[in-house]
């Protein structure tokens, strides 16, 4: 019953999609403010039938239902409720259902953001988040459907041993979130197109969604970041991997898309390249789909492994950035007069520092997702063209992102002090060469004080950070959201970069009475036990961690046995604090009683996923500061 209940709201989710797309577009085609009062009615709809679609499915995965294929591949009755919550998005046809039910979210964000505002642009806004919605629909329903009948049942075979963490509760929605939050984005962009209104209006609510998708985005990366430093055991927190490049690309082009907006909105200027991002940003997030649910990639993040369907997602991608280019090409050149691109006539067309500022730092991060991406399809590319096989990896993408890095941070440092008028290029080396010193003479007292050695590449890091945050000093009262998000970047790259140069680690050969030394911590072995829990069994070693000859605290690696899918998995354990992680993983059983152990002593790791947070408070405060300021009547015909 439930697999039938389940189709069935799905094609009536199908259906108010199609209603939701024809009748705005009847409305704006023929003036029928009838036709245009459909949009939110029908939107409402499409949301509450995806809902109850995915409550269904949720049910299913509650009660066991292993009748349902999709339960039955991805669940187990001894698996814990939390975890069955969570298989709902655990592989591919539940994730594409998630990916519409958020969609839908977004759309009736916008309906509930914009509906007391007189927005010509609302009917078509709303058909074009529908059109995105209906073509992942028939994506799901004749590709995915979650809800097809399995011809042989079963007990279920559990969901994947690496998603069973807490961390998988939070860290894919969040990351939906982002990615799905760029269609409104884009929605609100094309509509502006067909209606020739690129004015200063459309770059505020553009700009406002597109901060609260880069929050999402930016929290989904930081707990993805935090996943794989805890539950794969290497002791890392970025590996370069294909999947984790497909949610950075997004996160750069939208990080550039921010500064245009910003731009657009102040000065009326830098429309089309505002545009064009809007849409490069829709069409990574739509790449990061296709790459993580086409089966092109093998990767613990990837949920798919199906050529059929990876075609799909490869034509709905082309079809669906094609028309967008096609209307972008149409409607932004200047031989079309039906298009309006309002200009700032106080200027005198000259550029000033802050105009400058925003337009370079957009440039670069547009450099450096180009950059990624093109590490990234170029191994797909040659392997689909039968021109061999290639690994592009870490020391790849370390040795071209670092000096783009440093640019943009060294432009970033001058941010702050930027005017948008009345300042020469002059004027702005004299408010900031002092930081900059500043920062610099730090940044070599610190690496001489704690690493013992001058390392270039280390002190234009730690230098250029130290003077982002001297910076923004001054702009805590005037933008108070750049300060804390350019702060944050800083801090971020000063984790990165005294992790990597401080982090030990060891792989010891030790039984139970022996210990060893890392940095200044004394790890003594105590002993192992067995453990039974209702999903897993293992071994539990217990250590004993001591500095000097003071008890720190006693850490549990284990290694565990998910017996329905036969999996052997080590679990970490790690003793965090502000300035350093103690981190350690059990390896495989030796003779005589000896174990394999990798032990990491991480200083200042924590500073990266606390200089990510502090950027995401930032961008709430900008969100913030720009929803109290939009209280003027939206674009009207």
């Known amino acids: 019953m439930l697999s039938l209940f389940g189709n069935i709201t799905l094609y009536l989710a199908l259906f108010f999609a199609l209603l939701q797309v024809i009748l705005p577009l009847c409305g704006y085609w023929r003036h029928n403010p009838y036709f245009f009062a459909c949009a939110r009615p029908t939107a409402y709809g499409q949301f509450l039938f995806v809902l109850i679609a995915y409550v269904l499915l949720t049910s299913a995965f509650v009660t066991n239902d292993f009748s349902i294929a999709y339960v039955a591949a991805n669940s187990h009755a001894s698996l814990p409720l939390l975890y069955r919550l969570t298989a709902v998005w655990g592989a591919h046809e539940g994730s594409i259902l998630f990916w519409i039910l958020i969609l839908n979210g977004w759309t009736i964000a916008f309906v509930w953001t914009i509906q007391r505002q007189r927005l010509f642009l609302f009917p078509l806004v709303v058909a074009i988040l529908a059109l995105v919605s209906l073509c992942f629909l028939c994506f799901l329903l004749f ?70 998708a880069w929050c999402f985005l930016t929290m989904g990366i930081l707990l993805g970041s935090w996943w794989a430093y805890r539950v794969l055991g290497w002791g890392g927190f970025w590996f370069w991997d294909p999947v984790e490049n497909a949610s950075l690309l997004p996160w750069l082009a939208s990080t ?36 993580v649910r086409s089966g092109v990639l093998i990767s613990v993040h990837t949920f798919a492994h199906d050529p059929a369907r990876g075609i799909f997602l490869l034509l709905l991608l082309a079809m669906l950035i094609g028309i967008a280019l096609l209307i972008y090409a149409l409607r932004i050149s200047p031989a079309n007069k039906n298009i309006t691109v309002v200009t700032d006539n106080n200027t005198d067309n000259k550029w000033w520092p802050r105009e400058i500022s925003l337009l370079l730092n957009s440039a670069l991060l547009f450099i450096a997702m180009l950059t990624i991406l093109l590490g990234t399809l170029y191994p797909l590319i040659m392997d689909a063209l039968g021109l061999g096989t290639i690994s592009v990896g870490a020391p790849y993408f370390n040795l071209v992102m670092a000096p783009l890095i440093f640019i943009l941070m060294f432009f970033m440092g001058f941010a702050p002090a930027a005017r948008w008028d009345n300042q020469s290029l002059s004027q702005l080396w004299q408010l900031v060469w002092k930081q900059l010193v500043i920062g610099f003479v730090a940044a070599t007292v610190l690496l001489w004080c704690i690493v013992g050695l001058i390392e270039i590449n280390a002190l234009i890091s730690l230098g250029l950070s130290f003077w982002i945050i001297i910076s923004v000093f001054g702009s805590f009262k005037i933008a108070p959201g750049m300060a804390l998000a350019h702060s944050g970047f800083a801090i971020l790259i000063i984790g990165i970069l005294l992790s ?56 549990y690696p284990e290694k565990r046995i998910y017996p329905v899918r036969e999996m052997v998995m080590s679990h970490v354990d790690i003793h965090p604090s502000i300035f350093r992680d103690l981190y350690i993983a059990l390896g495989e059983p030796l003779n005589q009683d000896y174990w394999s152990v990798r032990i990491y002593y991480k200083p200042f790791v924590r500073w990266i996923w606390f200089g990510g947070i502090i950027m995401i408070l930032g961008g709430i405060l900008s969100l913030r500061q720009q929803t109290t300021r939009s209280k003027q009547p939206c674009m009207q015909k």
């Open 256 to 291: 550039a898309l921010i500064h245009v907006l910003l731009l657009t909105e102040k000065r009326h200027t830098a429309q089309s390249w505002a545009v064009l991002l809007t849409i490069i940003t829709f069409a990574l997030s739509l790449l990061g789909t296709f790459l």
């Open 143 to 212: 590709t995915s459907n979650p809800f097809l009948l399995t011809t042989s049942p079963q007990a279920g075979r559990d969901l994947n041993p690496l998603l069973q963490d807490p961390g998988f509760v939070i860290h894919p929605p969040m990351l939906y979130i982002g990615y799905v939050g760029s269609v409104v984005a884009f929605a609100i962009t094309q509509a502006a197109l067909l209606t020739g209104q690129l004015n200063a209006v459309w770059a505020r609510i553009t700009r406002q969604f597109t901060v609260a």
């Open 500 to 555: 990597s140069l401080l982090s030990q680690e060891r792989e010891v050969r030790i039984k139970p009475g022996e210990s060893t030394l890392i940095g200044p911590y004394q790890f003594l072995f105590f002993d192992t036990k067995s453990i039974q829990e209702k999903n897993y069994r293992g071994i539990r070693a217990d250590f004993e961690v001591i500095k000097g000859q003071r008890h720190v605290t006693h850490l």
